[in-house]
């Protein structure tokens, strides 16, 4: 499967003050990812619940129960379809979004060493990394001034070693 193509002028690897500027517009699509992601979740769970009546029913109502699916089915997907479309806005932006909370990974680097700035819905600004791919709870704080640190040398974002 293809990536999805970056807008020009976002960065590869972001830098501390980089990803809070974008914030509010991550924070709005983030917002609207998690709506969805729980509207996709009733009507997987709803459609779920219709099999299941529709296999308890005799077959004379089959019609019915087949019609009735059938919608939903439309509209789960055109649902998902939804969905995507706001992972791919993220994506386009360069931010990783990692599941149905809204949990968002920038992309960064910390002496050298790819790391992916982490936040969360519900946090005022970039208070989180881990090393790119790390899971979730191995999110460890940054410290105080950390996005001043962050200098451009050819592209690649590192800490300077005035970051003490």
Same mark, same amino acid.
Do not use: Y
């Given at each position: ?25 991550? !924070? ?6 998690? +709506? ?12 779920? !619940? ?47 979004? !990692? ?34 791919? +790390?899971?979730?709870?191995?999110? !460890? ?24």
């Amino acid at each position: 499967m293809n990536s999805p193509a970056r807008n020009s002028g976002v960065p590869e690897r972001f830098t501390v003050d980089q990803a809070n500027r974008m914030l509010p517009l991550v !924070r709005a699509i983030a917002k609207d990812l998690v +709506a969805q992601h729980e509207l996709v979740e009733q009507l997987t769970h709803r459609l779920e !619940r219709l099999g299941r009546s529709k296999s308890k029913k005799n077959a004379s109502s089959d019609s019915e129960f087949s019609d009735e699916i059938e919608g939903f089915r439309r509209e789960l997907v055109a649902e998902q379809e939804k969905l995507e479309a706001f992972r791919h806005e993220l994506n386009r932006l360069g931010v990783h979004s !990692r599941g149905p909370i809204g949990h968002c990974d920038f992309p960064g680097s910390i002496d050298g060493q790819e790391i992916d700035l982490c936040w969360m819905p519900d946090e005022p600004e970039i208070l989180f990394w881990h090393r790119s791919g +790390a899971e979730f709870d191995e999110r !460890r704080p940054l410290v105080a001034g950390a996005g001043a640190g962050f200098e451009d040398h050819s592209g690649d974002r590192s800490w300077s070693d005035s970051h003490e």
